[in-house]
């Protein structure tokens, strides 16, 4: 089975992922990389973030940076949710302090054929030489990642980011065989494109369904599911742990747990206790808010002393946040998470 694990290399996460004990919970934050970060805010006065991700030197960097600065226990590749787009023939621009903006959005069985399909070697062959370079020089894992269908179905739909989310539902309910078309293409995509992360050298994957939580059950089972599950069944044979993540999904997670995924994130709004009895001997991440890294130290120091007393020392918890790192977080804050979680193996 590859990347198993990593000699000589911390390989916590990889254990955890998998569900064996470790000394501590492995942690690492989504969205390590970013705005907060003094480094990675000199990089952006220079390069625009599509630029960063479309230069794998430049991308291996700040993918390096938060570990090397915080000592988190694994690295997420710098990319963004919607690179792979471009190679499925899709106009978009990263607007700053918006999002990804669609140009034309899906509106019609035209423009859900028009998707390409997705080759990553030739549509994003920057993105796996970032993690071949990575490869070389890490000392922790790396994880891959991916934006799940439904959460680019939103975007493509909705043309942007959006709060109620309905372009998607009016078409789902309206265009229901065209809405699984254009759920199975990115499926397909996105089953391509982790497979290629997996083979350039990623550890663990990530399937990010940030926004699956505007769905109730009945909607999730009925349009997503099915999709779901044909990715994860696409990923298990690379025999890399992947990990299922969505926000406001507290009322679909024994769902998203059917759906599959080796560990199941949990946002902020989940208790963890509750989480793992629903989900049984799965592993979990998650779930500080990320709004607490504003908070004082020793507010921040009960809530992580809390998350990590409520696991009570079970195997398969990684220690994350229940969302990503915002903006303007103050960076010593972070690194007191850090040095938080690792002093409970002391």
């Known amino acids: 089975m590859p990347h198993a694990s990593i000699g000589g290399v911390n390989d916590l996460v990889l254990r955890a992922a998998r569900g064996l004990p470790t000394p501590r919970p492995p942690v690492w934050f989504m969205r390590q990389a970013g705005r907060y970060q003094a480094s990675y805010r000199k990089v952006r006065e220079r390069y625009a973030l599509p630029e960063i991700v479309q230069e794998p030197e430049l991308a291996a960097q700040v993918t390096l940076s938060p570990v090397e600065e915080l000592g988190v226990d694994a690295a997420i590749l710098f990319a963004d949710i919607t690179t792979p787009l471009y190679g499925m023939g899709v106009a978009l621009s990263l607007v700053e302090g918006k999002g990804p903006v669609i140009h034309e959005p899906i509106r019609d069985e035209k423009s859900v054929e028009a998707l390409r ?9 920057f993105v796996l030489k970032t993690i071949r370079i990575l490869k070389e020089r890490l000392k922790v894992p790396l994880i891959g990642f991916a934006g799940a269908p439904f959460t680019l179905a939103s975007y493509l739909l909705e043309g942007g980011p959006s709060r109620h989310f309905l372009q998607v539902k009016a078409f789902m309910y309206r265009e229901e ?55 994860f069944q696409a990923l298990r044979p690379l025999g890399v742990p992947v990990i299922h993540f969505g926000v406001g999904t507290m009322g679909l997670l024994q769902d998203m747990k059917e759906a599959g995924g080796d560990v199941l994130g949990l946002d902020h709004h989940t208790p963890l206790p509750w989480a793992r009895g629903v989900l049984g001997g799965t592993p979990v991440q998650g779930n500080l808010d990320p709004a607490l890294l504003f908070a004082p130290k ?34 010593e804050n972070v690194r007191y998470v850090v040095e938080l979680v690792k002093e409970v193996a002391a």
């Not at 089953?191 to 999730?220: H, N, T």
């Not at 002393?305 to 079970?314: T, Y």
């Not at 918890?317 to 103050?330: D, V």
């Open 117 to 125: 399909p997705l080759v990553p070697e030739e549509a994003v062959p």
């Open 298 to 331: 020793e507010v921040l120091r009960r809530e992580v002393l809390r998350i990590l007393e409520e696991n009570g020392g079970r195997p398969g918890h990684i220690f994350n946040l229940g969302h990503g790192i915002l903006p303007k977080t103050p960076e």
């Open 177 to 231: 065989a065209l809405w699984h078309r254009l759920m199975e293409k990115l499926t397909l995509a996105m089953a391509r494109y982790l497979k290629a992360q997996a083979e350039a050298g990623a550890d663990l994957l990530q399937v990010f369904d940030s926004w699956v939580g505007a769905l109730s059950p009945a909607d999730y089972r009925r349009y997503v599911k099915p999709h779901m599950q044909r990715l």
